[in-house]
């Protein structure tokens, strides 16, 4: 059964930062790409960071040059890097095997003053 556990999520100021990891079991970590996900209050559920398993990166336009996604295959953990974080980057965090259908519990993220 695969099993996804997403952490470091809370409250912070405006232009600070969150560290988030997934912790993954159940499925072979090293043969998928992993996705960041967020959703807000009101909105459907976007993308916002992927990393290939041959750790290749993309990101949506509005976390670009701020977000870093990065994976440990060892741990089977990948992390997502929030700097420079703004109001509109609240949301429930959610990492996802690419290509799958299946979800962990999120994170929440707030950033507010």
């Known amino acids: 059964q695969v099993q996804l556990v997403e952490s470091g999520g809370g409250l912070v100021q405006p232009v600070g930062s969150l560290r988030l990891s997934c912790a993954a079991s159940g499925i072979i970590f090293s043969n998928y790409a992993m996705g960041w996900n967020r959703q807000a209050p009101g909105k459907q559920r976007e993308l916002v960071a992927l990393?290939?398993?041959?750790?290749?990166?993309n990101y949506a336009n509005s976390v670009k040059g701020r977000f870093t996604i990065s994976r440990d295959n060892a741990k089977n953990t990948v992390y997502l890097q929030m700097n420079s974080l703004k109001p509109e980057d609240t949301a429930v965090y959610y990492c996802n095997p690419w290509g799958t259908r299946t979800w962990g519990q999120g994170t929440q993220v707030t950033v507010s003053s």
């Open positions: 990393v290939t398993s041959g750790g290749n990166t």
